[in-house]
């Protein structure tokens, strides 16, 4: 059989969605049992959803296909048609996944803006609550996003994650927390996950990212709500079968996976400085917390080029406008990596600016 391994290691920064599972991960989901999860039978489905709801603090959790999924299935178990989420401008709920909300859960989104930290100011909240009146949807929950991915992945403090808790409880609002890299936040801040959560009716984190389980994600709260997410799982096709075979590499990304993170964080500080030393690009040093790096480039070129250009030497980015671009660091992406990064870029600075 020929090889279709490539001839050189690809150093892919485009997301950190593209990681692989460890090889633990691949041995525990070939050797796992299974069952009928849509019976709530299969028994590494089950330890998964444990592990997960005891890490996030809550009652009960339930494994979806994806991070989209879990949003929406929290959002149309809290909401019925017509009522109203308050959100981030530049939240992924809102920006990335398909308008979901509104055209399966009939949810009228209320954007306000997302500050440079990523957060959305209490105050800002407070005006978007809708009066009690028939011509207006009834404001019913807010999301929050940690980390905010579109605001440089910031993590969002507990000091402020408590103020909305407390907020919202003033105005009998919920709260869902998109937490796809709620670990990254956790490690980036030094506390426990509980502390970020605690105060989230709902909360769905990411196995598919830096975590590396190659699909999946977990959503957690109380024991009636994760019923009614049970429902709405399978309203949208989420319900499956022999799922352990994916729960497995879940497990293994929750006892192993977590305690890691910080190596993507020091990386892509790493790339952040390289990338500031070169005149051509602009990045802003103090924006960068976790494992996402937002950077332009100064100099009048295409962005395909520069991306064709580092794709011919086995690195990828993405490209997100004709100056802006992102690079992600994760698992599988070592010190040595952005060391040849950089230098890719180097040579792109003097070979096409």
Known sequence: MNSIEPTYKIID?????????????RDLMYHTPLGDDVFKEDPTVNLLQEMAAQRMGKEDAIFVPSGTMANLVSLISHCSPGDE?????????????????????????HTIPNQPDGTIRVEDMKKAIRKTNDHYPRTRIICLENTQNSCNGAPLPVEYMDSVGEFAKAHDLLIHLDGARIFNASVA??????????HADSVAFCLSKGLAAPVGSVICGSGQFIAQARRKRKLVGGGMR?????????IVALEKMVSRLQEDHDNARKFAEGIADMQEFSVDLNTIKT????FSIKAKVNPETFLFYLGKRGVK????????????THFGITGNCIDTALSVIRDFVRDCC
Do not use: W
């Not at 494992?291 to 937002?294: A, D, T």
């Open 13 to 25: 920064l485009r997301s950190d969605t593209v990681t692989l599972p460890t090889t633990e991960m």
């Open 85 to 109: 989420a308050i959100l981030g401008d530049k939240a992924h709920i809102f920006l990335n996944e398909a308008g979901g909300m509104s055209v399966v859960g009939g949810i009228h989104p």
């Open 189 to 198: 801040l030094n506390v426990d996950v509980k502390e970020l959560t605690r």
């Open 317 to 328: 980015i993405l490209s997100l406008s004709s100056e802006t671009f992102r690079a992600v």
């Open 242 to 250: 022999q799922v352990g075979v994916l729960a497995a590499a879940g």
């Open 291 to 294: 494992n996402i790096i937002y």
